[in-house]
């Protein structure tokens, strides 16, 4: 049985950080591209980062561009999201999804929620 649990969300201060993790079980990690998405309170789900299966590459939406980082670790079958100068409008319940193209699978975690106010 496949799992992803995210951890690591909270409240955060504006221009605080957190760093989230999801710790994969079930699969073959490192055969799979990892993403984090957000969603905030009536809004769709969006795509904010992605790494490719060795890690090598990373992409990010602008939105989150030069204050995110995502990062994984084969190893340890966990991905991060290292989130700096946080803001209001990052607020969202954030998912990280394991992906693969062949065979063709997605899997998605349950959330965590990031809540930044002062």
């Known amino acids: 049985q496949v799992q992803l649990v995210e951890s690591g969300g909270g409240l955060v201060q504006p221009g605080g950080s957190l760093r989230l993790s999801c710790s994969a079980s079930?699969?073959?990690?490192?055969?799979?591209?990892m993403s984090w998405y957000r969603q905030a309170p009536e809004k769709e789900r969006d795509l904010i980062a992605d790494i490719t299966t060795t890690g090598i590459t990373t992409t990010y939406a602008d939105s989150v561009k030069g204050r995110f980082t995502i990062s994984r670790d084969n190893g340890k079958k966990t991905v991060y999201l290292q989130m700096n100068s946080l803001k209001p409008e990052d607020t969202a319940v954030y998912y990280c999804?394991?992906?693969?193209?062949?065979?063709?699978?997605?899997?998605w975690g349950k959330g965590t929620l990031v809540t930044v106010s002062s």
């Open positions: 079930g699969l073959a990690f490192s055969r799979y591209t």
């Open positions: 999804k394991a992906s693969s193209r062949v065979p063709s699978m997605t899997f």
